[in-house]
């Protein structure tokens, strides 16, 4: 049947799926389709004679002014259905209606529902935001390559990673040259041996030197597609950040060196200590016998001031091994720092000024004194040597409390020391490696290398931690936490051996089990403890002790016992003899104290301990304070 072109016109307006309307010169709806009444969710009916006010939308009488000045005009706005509450999203295009004269009379608006593109769009956004968040976290960034077409796309953290704009990055071969030096071969290589037709899936790792500075370690991956002629046409990749990761392995490297270097450094001072005891006693007893006009009196001095020297490096060595013996007692860091005033000042020079800044009501710490002022001392001297043209020394405290979440200090109360310089600084290259021992930016003659690595030592031995901050001229600080300690007095923890004063020259008719696997230096403390007046039974090991003590019929009023020997240590010696000699005291001597026996608390605390390398005259004052109470209460009986 035929259609006269108006019903054809009439037929395509009425069941057109796009809302139509048409507003006549006055901006009032004169018709419009079923399709618009839909979207607004009314009727035909309501919607016509409506005037362009009762929009209440200046966007949209603004457009249909222009189309009916003759214009065509397209914009997109939400929309709200009233009958069904909905908004949609629609793109409105206006265009003029012109009688046979050309002239505009109406205005024809299309209204196409873009709601479902429009929330498709925005998921899409959404969605790349998430993965740009992700790749962020993760410092994996995106890109892909068409061979075929030579397009490269990459992603912002790829950016962020290489330290590049976007537009650095329009082709794949602009990457090379963030490729760090050394590596450019491998990388060139390595893709050069996929695109001749290697495994379509490959990973290679390198480093790369950024425009910031900073050089990073990548891991790059990516997957080859090939076209039907098995050639390659298209890669995805990812570039993945591992510094952290590498800088961790490094540390990890670093703390198995020092680790092993620690174990090392013990075990050679331990046996150097032996054997400067022996030429310590043996230099002592030769000197006794001189007059001191003697001409070999001043030589065996000189013996005697090299053995001491020999045995500050040995101390050295033990605090960098954190296997040094500690006399830890409560002490007031103030007060040490006060105390130590005066030696700093002399130390530095009167070129240097030196600041105290104490905090007021500083908790209490548990700590060796001692040990201690040597931090401050090695501090001291390696400011000084930093400011040669003078400066400023300043030495502060504070408290402070750490957190549970904090990831390099253990939770709880801490009393803080601070030193720090004006001097030259130190340089990044190297401030990594200054706590390493032997190592030293002093010129040759001018230092040793131990000085730091005793501190740290020190420091962690005492449970605390040292942080170090510095620039290149800049000056350097040092930041040491100490652990408070809780419920504590300023009474002494522990005891130890006092110092030498005068040997008992008496004879005190007191036996002593002697055991030290050195054989050297067993038979000197033998003979410097018989020509004390002491009977001593003497044994290289543990089964040799419980032998003679089983052997002798008599009592043994002291045991003096290595700490560190084979099979049986001298704890465990002197808990197997305390079981038949209740009576009998106690010397532990040692060159340093083992781990492993601090691990298992078989030092008890308050047992006294005789330090190596030590004197005749020390070893006989020693033993003498803990045998004359045993020959009192035995004198006392008889």
């Known amino acids: 049947m035929w259609v006269s072109p108006d019903a054809l016109r009439a037929m395509l307006f009425e069941q057109s799926p796009e809302a139509m309307v048409v507003y006549d010169r006055a901006m009032r709806i004169v018709e419009c389709n079923d399709a618009l009444a839909r979207c607004f969710g009314t009727t035909r009916n309501h919607i016509l004679g409506l005037h362009i006010n009762d929009l209440r939308d200046r966007r949209f009488q603004t457009s249909l002014e222009r189309a009916l000045a003759g214009e065509v005009v397209r914009y997109e706005a939400s929309y709200h259905a009233t009958s069904s509450d909905t908004w949609f999203w629609g793109a409105v295009t206006f265009a003029p209606l012109r009688d046979a004269q050309g002239t505009v009379v109406a205005a024809l608006g299309i209204v196409d529902d873009c709601t479902l593109d429009t929330t498709a769009a925005a ?13 962020r976290l993760g410092r994996v960034g995106s890109w892909s390559w068409d061979i075929v077409r030579g397009a490269f796309h990459s992603s912002a953290e ?42 379509p899936f490959t990973t290679c790792e390198f480093r790369l030197s950024p425009n910031d500075g900073h050089t990073r370690w990548v891991i790059v991956r990516a997957e080859m597609r090939y076209d039907h002629d098995d050639r390659p046409a298209f890669v995805w990749g990812t570039v993945q950040d591992v510094t952290e ?7 990890l490297r670093r703390a198995q060196r020092m680790e092993t270097l620690g174990q090392l450094a013990a075990g050679v001072a331990h046996d150097f200590n032996n054997l400067l005891t022996v030429i310590c006693v043996e230099a002592e007893l030769v000197q006794q016998g001189l007059v001191a006009s003697d001409a070999l009196h001043a030589e065996v001095n000189e013996i005697q001031k090299a053995a001491t020297r020999a045995a500050s490096l040995t101390r050295q060595l033990l605090a960098f091994s954190r296997r040094q013996i500690l006399r830890p007692r409560v002490i007031d860091l103030n007060e040490l720092v006060s105390e130590t005033s005066t030696m700093l000042r002399r130390l530095i020079g009167e070129d240097i000024e030196l600041v105290s800044e104490l905090a007021p009501d500083l908790p209490l710490i548990v700590a060796d004194p001692g040990q201690l002022q040597q931090v401050l001392l090695n501090l001291a001297v390696n400011a000084r040597d930093a400011m040669s043209s003078g400066g400023v020394l300043r030495v502060s405290t504070s408290s402070a409390v750490i957190g549970e979440r904090d990831p390099l200090l253990a939770a709880g109360s801490y009393s803080v020391l601070t030193v720090a310089d004006t001097g030259h600084g130190i340089d990044a290259g190297v401030k990594h490696r200054i706590f390493d021992p032997f190592f030293t930016t002093k010129p040759p003659g001018k230092g040793t290398g131990l000085g730091l690595s005793t501190v740290i030592g020190i420091v962690e031995q005492t449970g605390g931690k040292i942080f170090v901050s510095s620039e290149a001229g800049r000056g350097a600080m040092f930041t040491i936490y100490l652990p408070c300690a809780e419920n504590a007095t300023l009474a002494e923890l522990g ?3 006092p110092a030498a004063r005068n040997v008992n020259r008496t004879r005190p008719q007191a036996t002593l089990l002697l055991v030290e696997d050195e054989r050297a230096l067993r038979n000197i403390a033998q003979r410097t403890l018989e020509a004390a007046g002491y009977t001593v039974l003497a044994a290289e090991d543990g089964f040799g002790a419980i032998a003679a003590s089983e052997t ?14 084979p099979g049986l240590n001298g704890c465990e010696i ?24 601090g691990r298992r608390d078989l030092l008890e605390r308050g047992v006294p301990l005789l330090e190596k390398p030590f004197s005749a005259t020390m070893l006989v004052e020693a033993v003498g304070e803990l045998v004359k109470p045993q020959l009192r209460q035995r004198t006392a009986h008889v």
Do not use: W
């Open 245 to 251: 990761r590498h800088e961790l392995e490094e540390q």
């Open 158 to 199: 790829f950016h962020r990673i290489l330290g590049a704009l976007p537009d650095e990055m329009p082709h794949l071969a602009d990457f090379e040259r963030f490729v760090h030096g050394d590596d450019c071969a491998k990388v060139r290589e390595h893709f050069e041996k996929q695109l001749a037709g290697g495994t």
């Open 574 to 597: 002197a808990a197997r003899l305390a079981l038949r000699r209740p009576e009998m005291q106690v010397l532990y001597v040692s060159g340093y104290t083992d781990e492993d026996i």
């Open 123 to 135: 998921a899409i956004g959404d969605s790349e935001q998430r993965l740009n968040e992700a790749q």
């Open 552 to 565: 002798f019929n008599g009592a043994i009023d002291l045991l003096v016992a290595d700490l560190v020997l």
């Open 495 to 497: 005891s130890a051996v």
